[in-house]
């Protein structure tokens, strides 16, 4: 095995369980903690924390997906059809659409969600605060079944059972 693919494993490997390991980090850790305190603390807080975590989550999230890519057009690319035909290879492709597809999410709905967080917390917003806290309850723990879901898919895709 080549060192460049074998580097290129390790980095895909290590951003996507960085990537899940965020994920896990803000469901059970940050959003508890967050949710736990007084309703004047929590947007200063927001405002602290999650502009990082969204920022780190994207580049996580890009650093995984085109890693990925990279390993599948070096292992499919000269037989693609397998993507399609297989067991294996629907799971593989199916984990593959919904990392990508989660990845896009990092970079083109969250933004939204950090102005909305940087906005509750300049204006001392708490309406606008108390509905970031809610999806910052909902969105997660859809993206934690997400992640898990593309975890599962591809394991099982590339390595099989």
């Keep these: ?14 951003s996507a369980t960085a990537w899940f390991g965020e994920v896990v980090t803000i469901n059970f850790v940050l ?7 007084p309703k004047d603390q929590a947007p200063r807080v927001l ?4 502009p990082r975590i969204f920022k780190l989550a994207s580049w996580l999230s890009a650093t995984a997906v085109l890693s990925g890519l990279g390993l599948a057009s070096k292992r499919y690319l000269a037989n693609p059809e397998v993507l399609w035909t297989t067991g ?10 919904m990392g990508i597809l989660l990845a896009g999410f990092h970079f083109i709905l969250e933004p939204r969600l ?10 001392e917003d708490a309406e ?5 806290m809610h999806l910052l309850k909902v969105i997660p723990r859809v993206g934690l079944v997400v992640i898990s879901t593309v975890l599962w898919t591809m394991m099982v895709g590339a390595r099989g059972l």
């Excluded at 606008?128 to 970031?132: A, E, G, I, K, M």
């Design 31 to 37: 959003v508890p903690a967050v949710s736990a305190l």
């Design 128 to 132: 606008l605060s108390d509905r970031v």
């Design 47 to 50: 405002f602290q924390i999650f």
């Design 1 to 14: 095995m080549a060192t460049w693919y074998l580097a290129l494993r390790w980095i895909h490997i290590l």
């Design 88 to 97: 294996s290879g629907i799971l593989f492709s199916i984990g593959a659409t």
């Design 114 to 123: 950090d102005g909305m967080i940087c906005t509750a917390a300049k204006e």
